[in-house]
């Protein structure tokens, strides 16, 4: 099948950027002049999605409304001529079917999965999460992920080679084959202990899954801090169904932390031909 729908949770709090995320939720940081969250939605549109549901919860609103028509602003900038403006902010009113659910128990990131299970029904899905913003400036990273899905039917995770020492913060996949940039998965182990860590293949927030991974996340059983992680659940559907980790080609920027977000900044900023000889000349003449 097709893979049409897309699944981005972006319900955490943002504690490390407060007191920036007291008013704004951190989906909302900037990269440039966009959203984290446009700069995702767009990737999944570039990928051929039209189907978008986001996981939202604290300062919701804030979120629900850059995807909404400014009728306002709008009128404003087509009166004064600005037209790249208006076009700008139209754009992200208009290039998906977007539709929002709340989790209001922040339990975990399987627990925010499964809220969308009616938005996905019988479909495989992508899944994706508001920390993880991909740079690949010919193949989007998610459409990487499709297109091994709608090739070998298998759920697919999007996994880089960290190092050993980086390891116990994401999850190491472990697997008994591998062909090129994909491996046949057995078992992901969530934040294990640097000690017992098999591999250092982690997954970074891209994934495609077919539907099946549902009915495991309704029996599974809570991690020892109480959360219900999406990592022991996508490691059931290895098991049960078989899965594939893709190496994908691209770079991931952390904007759960404030070097992540700051990188993300330099390097978009790096790219954008209106930025570039300034940014360069005065990183080249910082003087701290």
């Known amino acids: 099948m097709k893979v049409k729908k897309a699944v981005i949770a972006v319900a955490g709090y943002g504690t490390r950027f407060l007191p920036y995320t007291k008013a704004v939720p951190k989906a909302m940081l900037p990269i440039l002049n966009k959203p984290a969250i446009q700069v995702i939605a767009e990737e999944v549109v570039n990928s051929g999605i039209t189907d978008i549901l986001f996981i939202v919860g604290y300062k919701k609103e804030v979120i629900e409304e850059h995807f909404l028509p400014a009728l306002e602003l709008e009128k404003v900038l087509l009166n004064t001529a600005k037209k790249e403006f208006y076009d700008a902010i139209k754009y992200p009113e208009t290039f ?3 539709s929002f659910a709340i989790q209001t128990e922040l339990n975990g990131t399987a627990k925010a999965v ?3 299970k009616d938005f996905v029904g019988n479909e495989p899905f992508a899944i ?3 920390d993880d913003v991909m ?3 010919g193949l989007p990273v998610i459409k990487q992920l499709v297109d091994v899905y709608e090739r070998t039917g298998k759920s697919v995770i999007g996994c880089k080679h960290v190092e050993l020492k980086d390891v ?3 999850a190491s996949v472990e697997y008994s084959s591998e062909n090129g940039r994909e491996y046949d998965v057995t078992v992901i182990t969530e934040k294990p202990p640097i000690e017992l860590v098999k591999s250092t293949l982690s997954p970074l927030g891209r994934y495609v899954v077919s539907p099946e991974i549902f009915k495991i996340i309704e029996e599974l059983k809570p991690a ?3 959360e219900y ?3 022991d659940a996508l490691s059931t559907l ?4 078989g899965m594939i980790a893709l190496n994908f080609e691209g770079t991931r920027y952390d904007m759960g932390t404030r070097l992540g977000s700051i990188k993300a900044n330099l390097e978009f900023g790096l790219r954008d031909p209106e930025l570039k000889d300034d940014l360069v000349n005065y990183i080249k003449n910082l003087n701290l």
């Open 238 to 241: 290895a098991k049960n169904f």
């Open 128 to 130: 994706l999460f508001g």
């Open 96 to 98: 998906a079917k977007i």
């Open 224 to 226: 020892p801090n109480g």
């Open 168 to 170: 116990p913060k994401y």
């Open 135 to 137: 740079y690949n400036d």
């Open 229 to 231: 992680q999406l990592t």
């Open 114 to 116: 499964e809220i969308a």
